[in-house]
């Protein structure tokens, strides 16, 4: 008995005193980096803490305020906030991969997002290439038209204190209503319709239920938002674990809450494409471009785990990402009521009549109306939705950062939200200032432009930067316009802050608001 407990005191132990003596070994030099606490420099637990709070995006600015420009964030993890920085570790010319994070988010089964292997992701890249052609903007605007109206009318109900059906459980207090679900169904509902040509019926039904089919082939009731969530949260935060911890972390955690959230999104996706499969829609969606049978040009044709996992991504990346710009875009227009009228003031007296009397504007000609794109960006600017410092690998001989030498094997990361409220690149960079984005305003000097041009980065850099920004633009400009000509927007209490919950998007609480209709909704 006693040599059991003598050995698995040894166990412990040992376990315990690893990190110490990965510290003390010290294999890629990292102890001439400052850390963001003695925690940071020993386990992963610090970043762990903070991303589990949703608060990992103020605790590493934080730290590089404190302490410099190179904070160690994790054992063998290194953060950069020079702006230079970015572009070095991810621009075109980057020696860097994505980190191991992303092996461990794709279990298994890499998608364009995760695949970390460059051949790997090149050839996904060139496989998909024709979902995110510009001429898909083109081909997918009249449903995003329909589904802001759809959002035109549900939020008319809720500004008149209307329920829009027995599913709608989001109550209106005192004429105050939470925004955020109801861009959060739009932004389902139109990645359904792209994707698919079947949105999920949120938007009408006023409520997030829909359908799941799991791995065996049951279809189970799930609710998207909730799902998707407490899903993304569960995975990112496990896969900064070591692979071997991560995947004993995905079993044992298999049967909770969370971990079930993380399965069913997958499941929801494979719902609609099973669906989409099987009563092939009469029009061209984004899926028609999937490689789904074989061609003399590509004799195998993809399978479908890479087909699932694919459209899962565009279900992600496309839906979380604009709605949470969207509700941002929306939380500064109702925070700042001079910007508001002044961008109404613009669209009204620069799109043709017949656009402002319909309210969905067509991008053809918002594209052409700087004051709605700067609003846009300088709400992105403050609050990218992927604001966190996106880990990179180096490789073999390393890489030169910030003028320094990385050796191999080491990740490394660029905070968004610390680089794009920098003091130093743009003035009253905490403040919401649309015009600094304007050619003519005299508050902005030429070297700022220049930041602007050069250190704007919510859709990163480089050979892993944003396929879907076209499709993200055309959808957040219909809305934003819209919204914005159809109601007058206030927060419910002055002074309000909405506060951000960083999950892998920069996900934020509720957005309590007022809307009053400027004109008749039909
Ligand atoms: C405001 C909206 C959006 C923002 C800010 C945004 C931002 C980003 C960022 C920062 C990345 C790099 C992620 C990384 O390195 O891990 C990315 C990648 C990606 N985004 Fe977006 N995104 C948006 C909308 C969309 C939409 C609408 C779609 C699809 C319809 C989409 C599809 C993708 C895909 C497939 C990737 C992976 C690209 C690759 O690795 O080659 N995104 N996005």
């Known amino acids: 008995m006693s040599l059991l407990i003598f050995i698995l005191a040894g166990v412990v132990g040992i376990i315990l005193l690893q990190p110490f003596i990965a510290y003390a070994r010290d294999p890629h030099r990292l ?47 290194i953060s950069f906030s020079d702006p230079a920085a970015y572009k070095e570790i991810y621009g075109h010319s980057t020696p860097a991969i994505k980190d191991e994070w992303y092996d461990n988010l794709a279990a298994g089964n890499p998608s364009m997002a995760t695949a970390t292997d460059k051949t790997v992701h090149s050839q996904k890249r060139r496989n998909l290439s024709n979902v995110f052609s ?57 990645m359904g319709s792209m994707c698919w040509s079947s949105d999920f019926g949120f938007l009408e039904k006023g409520g997030d239920s829909c359908f799941a089919r799991t791995a065996e082939g049951a279809v189970i009731p799930v609710h998207a ?14 896969a900064h674990l070591p692979l071997q911890w991560y995947k004993l972390g995905r079993r044992i955690f298999k049967k909770t809450w969370s971990g079930q959230c993380a399965e069913n999104f997958g499941s929801m996706t494979r719902f609609k494409v099973m669906e989409r499969m099987s009563t092939p829609p009469a029009g061209r969606d984004l899926f028609s471009h999937f490689p789904i049978q074989a061609t003399e040009k590509r004799p ?40 508001q009228r002044a961008l109404r003031e613009i669209l009204e007296s620069t799109l043709p009549a017949e656009e402002v009397k319909g309210l969905v504007a067509s991008y053809n000609s918002l594209k052409n109306i700087p004051y709605l794109k700067a609003c846009i960006d300088e709400s992105m600017r403050l609050y990218a939705p992927i604001g966190f410092g996106l880990p990179r690998r180096t490789l073999g001989e390393g890489a030169t950062i910030a003028g320094h030498h990385i050796p191999g094997g080491v990740t490394i990361s660029a905070p968004v939200y610390t680089i794009q409220r920098n003091e130093k690149l743009f003035h009253d960079a905490s403040k919401y200032i649309p015009e600094r984005w304007l050619p003519e305003d005299s508050d902005t000097t030429e070297e700022e432009r220049r930041n602007l041009k050069d250190y704007y980065l919510p859709f990163s850099l480089g050979g892993r930067a944003c396929i879907g920004r076209n499709l993200a633009y055309m959808q957040m400009s219909l809305v934003v316009s819209a919204m914005v000509m159809a109601f007058d927007w206030e927060l419910a209490k002055p002074g309000f802050e909405i506060v951000p919950k960083e999950k892998f998007i920069f996900n934020s609480g509720p957005l309590p608001v007022k809307a009053r209709p400027r004109v008749e909704i039909v």
């Open 31 to 77: 102890r001439r980096f400052t850390s963001a606490s003695s925690l940071a420099a020993l386990t992963p637990l610090w970043l762990m803490y903070h991303n589990y709070f949703g608060k990992r995006y103020i605790a590493v600015d934080k730290a590089h305020k404190k302490l410099g420009p190179i904070v160690r964030i994790a054992p063998n993890h």
């Open 134 to 190: 510009p001429k898909e903007v083109v081909v997918m605007e009249p449903r995003i038209n329909i589904l802001t109206h759809k959002l035109l009318h549900a939020l008319k109900k809720k500004s008149q204190g209307e329920m829009l059906s027995s599913a709608d459980k989001y109550a209106v207090v005192n004429g105050a209503f939470d925004l955020r679900p109801w861009i959060n169904m739009f932004s389902f509902d139109a």
């Open 225 to 238: 938002m909730e799902t998707f969530h407490v899903g993304v949260a569960f995975t990112t935060l496990l």
């Open 300 to 339: 195998v044709p993809m399978k479908l785990p890479e087909i699932i996992v694919e459209n899962q991504v565009m279900l992600s990346a496309g839906s979380d990402t604009t709605q949470s710009a969207l509700t941002y875009t929306m939380f500064l227009l109702a925070a700042n009521p001079e910007k």
